[in-house]
Structures are given as structure tokens and as C-alpha cells.
């Protein structure tokens, strides 16, 4: 090694040697007040630059600082953040500085949890069977997805000891329709037919619906008139944001769709959604006076052709059966901590019925 070179690395060394004498050294321990311990991976921060370091597991630090005045922040998550002004460095000394830091004492308020128990899932019912002291069946908005139920009465069919008359009125343990009730969330809804004492199951959409429960048994909060079932509907509850849905079935039966000898006739333009447009209104008025045809008053020809001439059915091509259903619901926030919301909900069905060799008005004249 020549003496040049050896002379490079001393002068090196040296020089060094100068510039760290130029820093001076801030070291220290950090100390957690509530355990008296140190306090390890904690925060030293020269404020003001992105100098700064950790304490280590001893809750040891180091900082090398340029000579002059600083102001120096000490932090950890969970603690207490503190700052001293007027820390000194001078050149080639150590500056000692212990701290100590003690947890944040702010106390959370009150925090209350609300939640709602889920009450269209099979969990939800059994635990609604095994908790009521009647005889309870019932089924949920989640046994209505698996067997595909668009509308009530076709979903509780299935319910032990019920059973659906007509499509749409619903009988308990195979008691007539007097012995059978129908609420709507626990309160008496009257049905549609003076006749009949439930309302038409077929009205309500599955997809607006929790739970049904079908009672069985009496007790004191059941309606008095409880005779022999009760019919709970238990609808879902507003929804938080805006929600539509909508719902298409169809059924099909080789024996009753698209025969093309299906009987109808020509009806009025609403007949499709079940009410008359005026066509079958009287086209005379009920105190016309109407000529005998003895009278040979053409009038009674003026008034003869008012009237449809068509008196024969027609034979068409039945469709499939088809049920529509469409949903919406929504809240609003009204102020004071209230809300107001709506639940929606309209449906369609049609459907196509064929008897072969029917024969109806069928009158013989005796001897």
C-alpha cells in the first residue's frame, strides 16, 4: 500500500471525525406513567422538520441534531402527545431528556347499539314456534324464495294443516271459511267478499312480506270472534333507501294453454285487467218504451240493432298463465329524530281455464 494512499484514508477519518464533532446528541428514555415501565417504538419528532426517530425496546432514543434551538414532540398511539420548547444542542455535547407519558384519560359517552331480530329467515320462525305458547306453524320470506311462491296463497299451501280453496281463501285444519281470521301485523283486516270471513290471500305479493303465522289455538290476545285459525300477515318493515322490485311468472298446463279450441268472446278493451269498459252497459235507456212486434213500428228495429248482434262464443288460442308484481318502498327523515316511510306494493294475474267436452244450459222437455 502506498504512502499517498494511506495518507487519503487518515485525512478521511479525520475529517469525519470533525464533522460529527460539528452535531451534537439528544438521548433519552421514554417511560409509560400508568405501568412505570418504558415504552417501546414510540415517537420522537423534531417539530417543524422530518427529523425523528423510535425509541427502542428499552425505551431507549438518539437523535443527531445540527447545533441550535428546538422544539421536540413525543408520541404514541393511545397516549398523550407532548412537546418541549427550547431544547439546546450544542456542538459535540449530549443533551439528556427523559419522558414521560401517560394513557389518554378521555372517556367515550354513551354508545347504544341498536339492532333489529332478522324475521324473514326458517331460523327466525322455528324460534317464533319454539317461543309461542300456541299451536303455531308458519312459514318465512326465505321458504317462500325456495319453493318460488309469487303471492300468498300459493306459499302457505304448503303449511302443515292448511289449506287453499279457490286459489286464494285460506282454511285451517279443514275448517270452513267461517272459522278462519286474517290479520295484517296482528290487526283484523276485513276481506274483500261480504260473503267470505278472510280476505283473498292471493292479493299479497311474497316480496313484501316477512313471515306468515298460521294459529291454531286460542288465547287471550287473539280476537275474541277466534274460532278456529288465525292468519297473521307480517309485512317487512319500511326500508332505509329507496327499493323497487319487480316480479314476472308463468305457468303452463298441456292441458289448459295454447288449446287452440278455447271458448271466448269479444269483450270489452279493459277485460284484461278485470273491469268493464261501458260495453255491456244497456245501449237503451230503462224507461225506453218498446214497441210490440205486432205494432210494426220501425222503431223497434232501430232499437233491436243497438244491441250486439254477436250471440255466439268464439274459439281462440289460450295463453299461459301469468302474474305480475311490483314493489316500492322508501323513508323520509321528517326532523326531531322522525321518519316517515311508505311500503308499496300492486299485482296482476291472469289465467286460462279448459275443460274439455263441457257442456253448461243443457235442458230437456218432458213428455
Known sequence: MSNKFILFIIMVVLTSKVMMAQKGEMVGTLIDTEFNDVLPFANVLVKGTSIGTTSDFEGKYTLSLDPGVYTVQFSFVGYETKEVT????????VFELDMH?????????????????AKN????????????????????????????????????????????VGGKYVYVRGLGDRYTKSTL???????LDPDRNTIQMDLFPTNIIDNTQIIKSSTANLPADFTGGVVNIVTKDFPNKKEFSIGVSGTYNP???????FLSYKG???????????????????????????DNNPLLTTLTQQFNPEMQAKTENSMMDMSLNFTA???????????????????????????????TGIYRRSA
Open 255 to 261: 292441458d289448459m294453454h295454447f288449446n287452440s279450441n
Open 86 to 93: 427550547n431544547v439546546t444542542i450544542k456542538a459535540g455535547e
Open 185 to 191: 301485523n296482528g290487526i283484523d283486516i276485513p276481506g
Open 101 to 117: 407519558l401517560s394513557p389518554l384519560s378521555n372517556e367515550l359517552e354513551e354508545v347504544v347499539v341498536k339492532a333489529q331480530t
Open 268 to 294: 270489452s278493451s279493459t277485460d284484461l285487467f278485470g273491469f268493464d269498459d261501458g260495453k255491456r252497459n244497456l245501449p237503451i235507456h230503462r224507461n225506453q218504451y218498446i214497441p210490440t212486434p205486432s
Open 329 to 359: 318502498g322508501n323513508q323520509y327523515d321528517i326532523g326531531d329524530d322522525k321518519r316517515i316511510g311508505y311500503l308499496a306494493a300492486a299485482s296482476y294475474k291472469n289465467k286460462y281455464i279448459f275443460y274439455e267436452n263441457y257442456q
Open 121 to 164: 329467515t326458517e331460523a327466525s320462525m322455528l324460534n317464533v314456534q319454539r317461543k309461542s305458547v300456541n299451536l303455531l306453524d308458519g312459514m318465512s320470506a326465505q321458504s317462500f324464495k325456495k319453493i318460488g311462491a309469487s303471492d300468498l296463497a300459493s306459499a302457505v299451501k304448503s303449511v302443515p294443516g292448511v289449506s287453499v
